[in-house]
């Protein structure tokens, strides 16, 4: 089956925080990373079958905005079928830490 990135970035924890939370439990997805991208902003990005990582983004994106207080998200973005270059190079490959949450 095709595998998908999805990643959310907000503005601010409270939204990432709400979006990764609504995107691990809206689908079958896996969290593969979250981190800080620059002044007070944030990203999560899940991986997954591409079908269950648009219903993933498509929770996440809602929880962001509506369910944080004064919610913003910045950006978002799906990758169906990433490259393997690509995920040597960014944080969104399969890792040991998520392996047993791998989905």
């Known amino acids: 089956m095709p595998v998908a990135v ?3 970035q907000t503005d601010g924890f409270p939204p990432v925080l ?3 939370d609504a995107m691990v439990k809206a ?3 896996t969290l593969v990373s979250f ?3 620059e002044r007070g902003q944030f990203f999560v990005a899940v991986r997954g079958v591409v079908s269950e ?3 993933s983004m498509e929770a996440g994106i809602e929880a962001a905005e509506k369910q944080a207080y004064n919610g913003k998200v910045l950006t978002h973005y799906m990758i169906p079928n990433p490259p393997d270059n690509l995920e040597a190079v960014m944080p969104i490959a399969y ?3 998520v392996e047993q949450f791998r989905v």
């Open 35 to 37: 981190d800080k991208a």
């Open 18 to 20: 709400a979006a990764a």
């Open 53 to 55: 990582v648009e219903r």
């Open 95 to 97: 890792s040991d830490e």
């Open 27 to 29: 689908a079958s997805v």
């Open 6 to 8: 999805g990643v959310i």
